[in-house]
Antibody, heavy 120, light 108 residues
Framework: QVQLVQSGAEVKKPGASVKVSCKAS????????MHWVRQAPGQGLEWMGI????????SYAQKFQGRVTMTRDTSTSTVYMELSSLRSEDTAVYYC?????????????WGQGTLVTVSS | SYELTQPPSVSVSPGQTARITCSGD??????AYWYQQKPGQAPVLVIY???ERPSGIPERFSGSSSGTTVTLTISGVQAEDEADYYC???????????FGGGTKLTVL
């Protein structure tokens, strides 16, 4: 069965970086794009970017350009999202979600979420 | 930057029909998707490609599109449908995605 398993909760200080992982199983890793979406406490969903695990190409939301980097490791079927220069407003649950983009099927499987807390 | 606009809240009685709208300039050119999110849970896809329903999603969930507005319709609303609903789509270039602000559905 399809599973997206994310790394555990993180506590970071302002100015630091965080790297969240998302390990995929149960499907062909390189056949599905991966989105990263975050949700601040009590707020809505916010799209951060997308990576194509096949070639590694990425597209980031303008808001995060220069601060976010998405990478993948095809040998372990894992994608990573690194966010730098953290500030308190980055405190949120971060989700990965797969998407068969060319077929426009939407994000049909989501990770369990990773809480990142930024606090001095 | 591109935006999708949803009403903050919708309230209906059990058995009634709930309609949640989402407006955006690029919606005539880009597909819309709808997600249901209950407290403490990850979102769940309920509609893709404007009006397609994933397997396992009840038939009471449907989607439609007209111009710059897409609509999620829940017929015969049940108590378990109480949740936040988000629309999602891409901008006109298709390289950047966005979520609407979300609509809280309350079942009275």
């Amino acid at each position: 069965q399809v599973q997206l398993v994310q790394s555990g909760a993180e506590v970071k200080k302002p100015g630091a970086s965080v790297k969240v992982s998302c390990k995929a199983s149960g499907y062909t890793f390189t056949s599905y794009y991966m989105h990263w979406v975050r949700q601040a406490p009590g707020q809505g969903l916010e799209w951060m970017g997308i990576i194509n695990p096949s070639g590694g190409s990425t597209s980031y939301a303008q808001k995060f350009q220069g601060r976010v980097t998405m990478t993948r490791d095809t040998s372990t079927s894992t994608v990573y999202m690194e966010l730098s220069s953290l500030r308190s407003e980055d405190t949120a649950v971060y989700y990965c979600a797969r998407d068969l983009v060319p077929a426009a099927k939407g994000q049909d499987y989501w990770g369990q979420g990773t809480l990142v807390t930024v606090s001095s | 930057s591109y935006e999708l606009t949803q009403p903050p809240s919708v309230s209906v009685s059990p058995g009634q029909t709930a309609r949640i709208t989402c407006s955006g300039d690029a919606l005539p050119k880009q597909y819309a998707y709808w997600y249901q999110q209950k407290p403490g849970q990850a979102p769940v896809l309920v509609i893709y490609k404007d009006s397609e329903r994933p397997s396992g999603i009840p038939e009471r969930f449907s989607g439609s599109s007209s111009g710059t507005t897409v609509t999620l319709t829940i017929s015969g609303v049940q108590a378990e449908d109480e949740a936040d609903y988000y629309c999602q789509s891409a901008d006109s270039s298709g390289t950047s995605w966005v979520f609407g602000g979300g609509t809280k559905l309350t079942v009275l």
